[in-house]
Structure formats: structure tokens, C-alpha cells
């Protein structure tokens, strides 16, 4: 069993920061791990993805040069730096384990088997 567990999110005003981390906990080894937001009235949409080994990072176009995903798998931890934060980055962030092993990272939430109960992020205009 996987657990995951978000924390970091908050309220921002625009153009500002926030650095969101993901714990996990349980079987982590080789799983690439994503970052899905979901706002009021709207579907969780992807936001970044990452390999197990931490290169070629994928990204939507929407947050693409302003967030930046990593991870240390030392402290089985992948966080989610947002930079130039605008009033529609307002949402629950969710982090989630791909079903793969191996997996490259990827934009489809079904791909994606274990999810974190979310974190709220604000940004005021």
C-alpha cells in the first residue's frame, strides 16, 4: 500500500511563490509520480510529471517556465516549486504514483493508481 500526503499549499497573492511537497510512504521504488489540480466546477487537469530517475520532467502548457517538479527519492518526497502564481493556479493540488513501473510520467489521470487527499492553493488577484 502507497500513502500519500501534500502539504505547502496556502494563499498567495499573484506573482508570488509556494513550494508544495508530496510524502510518500509504502512502495515507491521506480514509480514516477504526478501533480493534478482540480478547481471549483472544473475536472482535475495535470500539471507535471516525473520519472523515478528525475529527468525530463513533462509539464502542462499552462504552468510550463513557471512551476518546476522534482523529487528526492532519499526522502521519498517530490515537491512542486510555483513561481509568478496567478488567480487561476487557485486549486486543490493532488500528487499521485503511476501504475507503471518504470513509467515515464504522464499527463493522463488513469495512469495513475495511488492519490494524496490534496492541498489548497489561493491566489488572490
Known amino acids: 500500500q502507497v500513502q500519500l500526503v501534500e502539504s505547502g499549499g496556502g494563499l498567495v497573492q499573484t506573482g508570488g511563490s509556494l513550494r508544495l511537497s508530496c510524502a510518500a510512504s509504502?512502495?515507491?521504488?521506480?514509480?514516477?509520480m504526478g501533480w493534478f489540480r482540480q478547481a471549483p466546477g472544473k475536472e482535475r487537469e495535470f500539471v507535471a510529471a516525473?520519472?523515478?530517475?528525475?529527468?525530463?520532467?513533462i509539464y502542462a502548457t499552462s504552468v510550463k517556465d513557471r512551476f518546476t517538479i522534482s523529487r528526492d527519492n532519499a526522502k521519498n518526497t517530490v515537491y512542486l516549486q510555483m513561481n509568478s502564481l496567478k488567480p487561476e493556479d487557485t486549486a486543490v493540488y493532488y500528487c499521485?504514483?503511476?501504475?507503471?513501473?518504470w513509467g515515464l510520467g504522464s499527463s493522463q489521470k488513469n495512469n495513475y493508481d495511488y492519490w494524496g487527499p490534496g492541498t489548497q492553493v489561493t491566489v488572490s488577484s
Open positions: 499521485a504514483q503511476e501504475k507503471e513501473s
Open positions: 509504502g512502495r515507491t521504488f521506480n514509480k514516477a
Open positions: 516525473i520519472r523515478w530517475g528525475g529527468d525530463r520532467p
